[in-house]
């Protein structure tokens, strides 16, 4: 694995995980997306990860949006949601923090909704919280969708202490020494990276130190290999060819309970 720059994917676009660990730099695992798993579940993930690959962690959707009836969480389901800094949700928030020391992860992704607007009464919330949590050593990543302009995003961003998300084919990183680039299902047009965008991204990794660059494309894994190829100074293959059934998130013992 580089020093510098990790390549990998967002989740598992294979059925066979220990094939795509095999072929990655880093995964962002999407366990903890909605309720983080228990600790027992995230050891038995730790046991089973290689240690040549490094991991980021998504947290739990329900700090922005307040879970709908059924879901079990502890206390009031009022008290989730909104960036409040309720008890619900320091306690939430603790527990994604929980699962991603457990895993060993460099990163912690939030991923806010295009119903988190950038009003003035959600940025206040919002940077309120950060306040109050404790981060334990963690980046937080953040990606907002939405009616959000990508310079108000950074600006946000770089107030509230986060590292801004982004696609790099699409918009320029923050300053700063590290990047998190995400690229997701749009960015390859439903098939794989071509040279050009290979070589944009290569040029948009330079100029930072500590990058991490994950992809939910379609050819996911085909994109890792052409990237990696292509930030060696080498030529992306022509057909590589990506083995397996795509599956996100089903059927292997790394799944987490």
Same mark, same amino acid.
């Given at each position: 694995?580089?020093?510098?720059?990790?390549?990998?994917?967002?989740?598992?676009?294979?059925?066979?995980?220990?094939?795509?660990?095999?072929?990655?730099?880093?995964?962002?695992?999407?366990?903890?997306?909605?309720?983080?798993?228990?600790?027992? !579940? !995230?050891?038995?993930?730790?046991?089973?990860? +290689?240690?040549?690959?490094?991991?980021?962690?998504?947290?739990?959707?329900?700090?922005?949006?307040?879970?709908?009836? #059924?879901?079990?969480?502890?206390?009031?389901?009022?008290?989730?949601?909104?960036?409040?800094?309720?008890?619900?949700?320091?306690?939430?928030?603790?527990?994604?923090?929980?699962?991603?020391? !457990?895993?060993?992860?460099?990163?912690?992704?939030?991923?806010? +909704?295009?119903?988190?607007?950038? #009003?003035?009464?959600?940025?206040?919330?919002?940077?309120?919280?950060?306040?109050?949590?404790?981060?334990?050593?963690?980046?937080?990543?953040?990606?907002?969708?939405?009616?959000?302009?990508?310079?108000?995003?950074?600006?946000?961003?770089?107030?509230?202490?986060?590292?801004?998300?982004?696609?790099?084919?699409?918009?320029?990183?923050?300053?700063?020494?590290?990047?998190?680039?995400?690229?997701g299902p749009f960015a390859s047009m439903g098939s794989r990276l071509g040279l050009y965008d290979l070589e944009r991204l290569a040029e948009a990794v330079a100029p930072f130190s500590d990058v991490s660059c994950v992809l939910d494309t379609p050819r996911a894994l085909d994109d890792v290999r052409n990237l990696?190829?292509?930030?060696?100074?080498?030529?992306?293959?022509?057909?590589?060819?990506?083995?397996?059934?795509?599956?996100?998130?089903?059927?292997?013992?790394?799944?987490?309970?």
């Amino acid at each position: 694995m580089s020093e510098r720059v990790r390549v990998g994917t967002i989740g598992f676009p294979l059925r066979d995980r220990r094939r795509v660990l095999a072929a990655v730099e880093i995964v962002e695992l999407g366990d903890g997306r909605f309720t983080p798993p228990a600790k027992a !579940a !995230a050891k038995r993930i730790k046991r089973a990860w +290689p240690g040549s690959v490094a991991v980021s962690a998504q947290c739990s959707s329900y700090l922005v949006e307040r879970p709908r009836g #059924g879901v079990q969480l502890p206390g009031a389901l009022a008290g989730y949601g909104g960036f409040e800094a309720s008890e619900e949700n320091l306690a939430l928030f603790a527990r994604c923090t929980d699962f991603a020391a !457990a895993v060993e992860a460099r990163s912690l992704v939030l991923i806010t +909704p295009p119903s988190f607007t950038p #009003g003035p009464s959600n940025l206040a919330r919002m940077t309120a919280f950060f306040a109050a949590v404790e981060r334990r050593g963690l980046a937080i990543v953040w990606e907002p969708h939405g009616p959000w302009e990508h310079e108000r995003a950074a600006a946000h961003a770089a107030e509230m202490g986060l590292v801004l998300a982004v696609d790099p084919l699409r918009d320029p990183a923050p300053e700063g020494d590290a990047a998190y680039f995400r690229l997701g299902p749009f960015a390859s047009m439903g098939s794989r990276l071509g040279l050009y965008d290979l070589e944009r991204l290569a040029e948009a990794v330079a100029p930072f130190s500590d990058v991490s660059c994950v992809l939910d494309t379609p050819r996911a894994l085909d994109d890792v290999r052409n990237l990696r190829a292509v930030l060696a100074g080498g030529t992306p293959d022509e057909d590589p060819g990506q083995d397996g059934d795509e599956d996100d998130d089903e059927g292997d013992p790394l799944d987490a309970d």
